[in-house]
């Protein structure tokens, strides 16, 4: 992320190639609009509001667990059966995500039965009709749209569409199709997050999911959520993520159109890693590590905590370089920029967002360490106390150093921030007095792993993860040797000595692998 990119001057901004580009291009969606107006390109235009819509596929008689799976959106606004937004994934039972101007919709779910990469009019298995506008989703975004699976059907109206979705694309048990990537693949490009900041419609076609990994997930590991900031990347924390011990942590990225709304970005981060609705946690603790604007996304989403139960809980959140009290060039960029970037807009500290973002103080459990830059190399200096792009007195906004449990300052600029390895260290220090939930004793087995066995195709994948990757855990405390610390573990060892029925199908197929191998876990 550099400081052209970010556009945190007008005068950067007004001489980024890149900048001019997008304008002329946002003033082609305008003409087409006008001359023929449809969603699809009414989505593009980075002046009008869309919608975030997270869904899940209820599949009960498991029909299409290894099937190739297609959500498409269709309206009739514009055009009649206008195919305005598609998630492509592999498998019901994962969370799809649409990206959608107000309206209302249908939702066709489509089966690719015969696996010839075609989505046609006899395999729509689903449908759902959906409304958005600010009474239905008064934050843009609407959660929780269940779509239940049922056997073929044909729409005569639809259109056939190929599936887009590349096939060597890492599927996940735990995840969304496509969501466990490395920091080298190509999404993860400067070229990408400029899409971001421009045309966030054209970011989602192509990262949709907004949640990555870097592995399978294993229970056991704490989460590090990292979130970029404007015009970013998550290869930005490549520096913290390599001194990462992978063996108590596993890395989280939340991957974002940055030209977005924040209010609305601030929602769905609360959604997906905050609520429990999309990735649930449980007892074990998070850790959340943003830079720059991601800051503020972070700190909106803390806003929207309701003391649920089943809601997630940040144990350590790290903010970097965030500027927290807004920054002064968004005035200039909202009212001269060819284009305005929603995003620029909420950083203007005459605002509602920034002057609301302190409204609600953090819950007592979250410890906030609040980082902050101040060496400033640019010849042409905008202000003399910064790091070269957000003012210190922004970084350090008043009410943000009261809520914060600690604030450390390095020499460092607005990206070499994340180079530094005093401050990387400092990071790493504070992540390792996080508790995981699991004690010690518990930890050390189940790094040990699970048994290299190869077992036959009616194992279901979820079983053969278990024992190919937490097999030696399940034994320890199938045998004796842990002793269960919290209920659900008591009640396995139960049904484990035929004391209880068994209630979920893992559990009956690990019983099952006890019978049929022990020659393989006695050893």
Sequence with gaps: MTSRTICLSLLCMLCSCTYFKHAAIQAEYARIQQADPGQVNLKHMIDRETYFVIGLTKDEKADYADVPLAVAAYSDKFKLHERVDTTYYAGAGTHFGLNLPEGQYQLLVFADRDKNQVFDQTEVVGRKDITLNQSTSPDKVLDRVEIQLTAAGSVDWVDAFPNLNPTEVQQSLFYPAGSIRNLDDPLFSENMASLGMYDPASFLEQAPNMFYALEEDLG?????????????????????????????????????PSGGDLDQLAEFFHRIFLSGNVVRQNDMPMIIVAH??????????????QNLQEENKVALLVTIASPFGGHPDATSGEKHGLIVLPSWRDLNSENRFIKELFSKELPEYIEHLLIYAYDNPATLKFTKNSDGVVPLSSQLRPEAQQQATAQFGFESNHTSILLNEDMIAHVLGRMNQVQNFFPEPH????????????????????????IHNQGKYWWAVSNGSLTPFFPEQERFIRVVQGLEPVRFDVVKEWLRFLKEYPEVYRK
């Design 220 to 256: 056991y590991k704490i989460p590090v959520v990292f979130v970029h900031g404007i015009g970013g990347t998550v290869r930005a924390f490549k520096p913290i993520v390599d001194q990462l011990d992978r063996d108590r942590y596993k890395p989280w990225f939340f991957y974002y």
């Design 292 to 305: 720059s604007m991601g800051g503020l996304i972070v700190r909106e989403a803390m806003n929207k905590y």
């Design 443 to 466: 930890l050390e087995v189940l790094r040990q792993g699970g048994y290299e066995v190869e077992l036959p195709d009616d194992y279901s994948p979820l079983g053969q993860y278990i």
